[in-house]
């Protein structure tokens, strides 16, 4: 299996700071990587695919960008609707496999 | 659009075996896509199960094959997910899902149903 490590697993941000979140493949997955925000009993919420695609209706602050093994979500002014965890996802191989995820609290 | 819902027992004896229903509206499930299950246990991550294409074509998390079995129901729109010899380790929150062929990562999501293995 690919595992998929993210960093950090939990941060304190503010409103309308720059915050970036990390995921590093075990090997190496192409494009296949996606991000996914979710909240307290809500389903995932796709946000990136194919490493940099911005999901329609997801606001232009959400970016991603990274090749081969390491990968990076970049909110860029966070907002009070963004405190939630971020999972990033490789879809190369089989099984698939999420990140342990980010969670973004509010500091 | 698309929309997904699961049904299904919220709670299960151990041992036992977890039958969820994922119904599909607003889309056919015979159309190109990977119809996927997820879950997430209490206060922890999401974990893949398996996916099901229109033609019965699987593909499972070899941590859960044994035991789980993915099937489709066109005739009634939709597919469901069994997993056998449950403990209180599956107990989690399951998702059901789409992902197109192009984009195989999960756009689509069901809202999730709560199961609980318990006796």
């Known amino acids: 299996d690919i595992q998929m490590t993210q960093s950090p697993s939990a941060m304190s941000a503010s409103v309308g700071d720059r915050v970036t979140i990390t995921c590093r493949a075990s090997?190496?997955?192409?494009?296949?990587l996606a991000w996914f925000q979710q909240k307290p009993g809500k389903a995932p919420k796709r946000l990136i695919y194919?490493?940099?695609s911005l999901q329609s209706g997801v606001p232009s602050r959400f970016s991603g960008s990274g090749s081969g093994t390491e990968f990076t979500l970049t909110i860029s002014s966070l907002q009070p609707e963004d405190f939630a965890t971020y999972y990033c996802?490789?879809?190369?191989?089989?099984?698939?496999?999420f990140g342990q995820g980010t969670k973004v609290e509010i500091k | 659009q698309v929309q997904l819902q699961e049904s299904g027992p919220g709670l299960v004896k151990p041992s036992g075996t977890l039958s969820l229903t994922c119904v599909v509206s607003?889309?056919?499930?015979?159309?190109?896509?990977?119809w996927t299950w997820v879950r997430q246990p209490p206060g922890k991550g999401l974990e893949w199960i398996g996916e099901?294409?229109?033609?019965?074509?699987?593909n499972y998390n070899p941590s859960l094959k044994s035991r789980v079995t993915i099937s489709v129901d066109k005739s009634k729109n939709h597919f469901s997910l069994k997993l056998t010899s449950v403990t209180a380790a599956d107990t989690a929150l399951f998702f059901c899902?789409?992902?197109?062929?192009?984009?195989?990562?999960?756009?689509?999501w069901g809202q999730g149903t709560l199961v609980t293995v318990s006796s």
């Open positions: 899902a789409r992902a197109d062929l192009a984009v195989t990562a999960p756009e689509y």
């Open positions: 607003g889309g056919s499930i015979s159309s190109s896509y990977w």
């Open positions: 099901i294409y229109h033609s019965g074509s699987t």
């Open positions: 090997q190496g997955i192409s494009n296949f």
């Open positions: 194919a490493v940099s």
């Open positions: 996802l490789q879809h190369n191989s089989y099984p698939r496999t």
